[in-house]
């Protein structure tokens, strides 16, 4: 059973940074893909950064130059590094990642951003 958490949601200023984290655990195998996405309050969830098993990396415009998708191999985490936070980042964000053809999510952590 594949599970992901994940974590370091929370309140900040405008401007501010967060790292967002996801653990991975159970069997992970033919890994295509892993990404971030958000899901603002009533609207469509919406990919944020994805890395998949050819190398390729996905940023959306509007986050470009401020995150920054990485993971670590050992501790089977995946980061999501957040800089110069805006309002309109507000958003619960989702962990996925692609095995084969299957998908697993995580459970969301919720960041705002506000004065």
């Known amino acids: 059973q594949v599970q992901l958490v994940e974590s370091g949601g929370g309140l900040v200023q405008p401007g501010g940074s967060l790292r967002l984290s996801c653990a991975v655990s159970?069997?992970?195998?033919?890994?295509?893909?892993m990404g971030w996405y958000r899901q603002a309050s009533g609207k469509q969830r919406e990919l944020v950064a994805k890395?998949?098993?050819?190398?390729?990396?996905y940023y959306r415009d509007s986050v470009k130059g401020r995150f920054t998708m990485s993971g670590d191999n050992v501790k089977n985490t995946v980061y999501l590094q957040m800089n110069n936070l805006k309002p309109e980042d507000t958003a619960v964000y989702y962990c996925?990642?692609?095995?084969?053809?299957?998908?697993?999510w995580g459970q969301g952590t919720r960041v705002t951003v506000s004065s």
């Open positions: 996925r990642i692609l095995l084969a053809t299957t998908d697993y």
């Open positions: 159970g069997s992970i195998f033919s890994l295509n893909a």
């Open positions: 890395f998949t098993s050819s190398g390729s990396t």
